[in-house]
């Protein structure tokens, strides 16, 4: 019965989740949001990660990497704020088998008010440590 339930969570595909994932913030303030990951007990070695918000309302201030579980940045975190975007990608050496990890932090500014939503693209991908770098992104 473990095994199943085990088949089953391994047939969901990691994660990736945007935290905080809701709030009220007064224009010109800022706030971080993180990146993270739950590879969902399963070894990945890599993510490119695509997002969008809308960039009348929001503006990104910076994104770091420094305490990213990604080690060797193939495209660092950047950001166009004309089009509303931020993309990164990464290689995880020596693979990952981890729930919550941080792969960046962005720091926002709130640019007017009303309602934003910051999405996690289709593009995105999470790749397995399978030798093969099948993608493993549940979407």
Do not use: C
């Amino acid at each position: 019965m473990i095994e199943t339930y085990l088949d089953q969570l391994h047939e969901l595909g990691a994660t990736l989740s945007l935290s905080p994932s809701a709030g009220t913030f007064v224009g010109g303030s800022t706030f971080d949001m993180t990146l993270v990951l739950d590879t969902n007990n399963t070894d990945i070695n890599a993510v490119a990660v695509f997002l969008s918000f809308p960039p009348d309302k929001l503006q990104v201030v910076s994104s770091t990497a420094g305490k990213s579980v990604v080690s060797l940045w193939s495209v660092p975190p950047r950001f166009n704020n004309r089009e509303g975007t931020v993309e990164l990608q990464g290689v995880i050496t020596g693979g990952l088998n981890a729930s919550n990890a941080l792969i960046t932090t962005i720091t926002f500014r709130v640019k007017s008010t009303g309602t934003s939503i910051i999405k996690i693209g289709d593009a995105s991908r999470v790749l397995r440590n399978d030798g093969a770098g099948t993608d493993y992104l549940q979407h």
